[in-house]
């Protein structure tokens, strides 16, 4: 997440062209209030990678049951929290321990580790979307905006 900037909210996650601007809304704590709704990355045709800034990176295994994976995204984000506040205090210990929580939370989720898929297709995560299997979608997906 980004620094806040003063009037403004962002959202990700939703709908794709919808923003809003809301005024004063009543609000006189934040007058001016303005909330942008940023579209969701773009998704392979097969469900398995999000792509961000050109680059693939794997989606959360679909087959979790909605309590395992409340459960993990939840550890994933005390983690990542933990990973901060390590870093800040330079404990170098702290920030290897909870950086390992991170990457075990990631595993568990699928996100990293074995693919989670059984066609026997290779894992293409963290590699730019034009040079792999998904070239010809991605370019024709850049060729819309």
């Given at each position: 997440?980004?620094?806040?900037?003063?009037?403004?909210?962002?959202?990700?996650?939703?709908?794709?062209?919808?923003?809003?601007?809301?005024?004063?809304?009543?609000?006189?704590?934040?007058p001016?209030?303005?909330?942008?709704?940023?579209?969701?990355?773009?998704?392979?045709?097969?469900?398995?990678?999000?792509?961000?800034?050109?680059?693939?990176?794997?989606?959360t295994?679909?087959?979790?049951?909605?309590?395992?994976?409340?459960?993990?995204?939840?550890?994933?984000?005390?983690?990542?929290?933990?990973?901060?506040?390590a870093?800040?205090?330079?404990?170098?210990?702290?920030?290897?321990?909870?950086?390992?929580?991170?990457?075990?939370?990631?595993?568990?989720?699928?996100?990293?580790?074995?693919?989670?898929?059984?066609?026997?297709?290779?894992?293409?995560?963290?590699?730019?979307?034009?040079?792999?299997?998904?070239?010809?979608?991605?370019?024709?997906?850049?060729?819309?905006?």
């Open positions: 997440m980004g620094i806040p900037v003063p009037g403004t909210t962002s959202c990700t996650g939703t709908a794709p062209g919808h923003e809003a601007s809301f005024g004063n809304n009543g609000d006189q704590a934040n001016g209030v303005t909330v942008t709704h940023k579209p969701p990355p773009p998704v392979t045709p097969d469900g398995r990678y999000i792509v961000v800034r050109g680059r693939l990176w794997r989606r295994n679909p087959h979790l049951d909605a309590d395992r994976r409340e459960t993990l995204v939840a550890e994933l984000m005390q983690a990542r929290r933990a990973v901060g506040i870093g800040r205090s330079g404990d170098t210990g702290a920030l290897a321990a909870a950086r390992a929580r991170v990457h075990a939370a990631k595993v568990a989720l699928g996100e990293r580790g074995p693919v989670w898929w059984s066609d026997g297709a290779p894992d293409q995560n963290r590699r730019m979307a034009r040079n792999t299997d998904y070239a010809d979608w991605y370019a024709a997906l850049e060729g819309q905006n």
